[in-house]
């Protein structure tokens, strides 16, 4: 990562901790909601593009990364890419 850099911020929709507890494959077991031909995972989800930034500084262990857009709030543990 370098000084100019621009990122694509963004978080996949869905997680283990955002989902209520249940019985496993419960959903499954019902008739008409989640009937698909093999079980899929919260990171088989599309993602949700939460903003861009681009690198202002960097050193040896951290970066500093000015938010230039954003749709939503943004917290520590998004995913980054680079565009």
Known sequence: MKVGDYFRIFRYQGSLS???PQEPGLQYKVFGFGGT???YT???L???VLG???VLNTS???STVLITYSTIEIYSGDYVELE
């Open 18 to 20: 955002e989902t209520a």
């Open 46 to 48: 599309p993602r949700e």
């Open 42 to 44: 919260w990171r088989d």
């Open 37 to 39: 031909k093999e079980r």
């Open 60 to 62: 040896r262990n951290s």
């Open 52 to 54: 861009e930034g681009v």
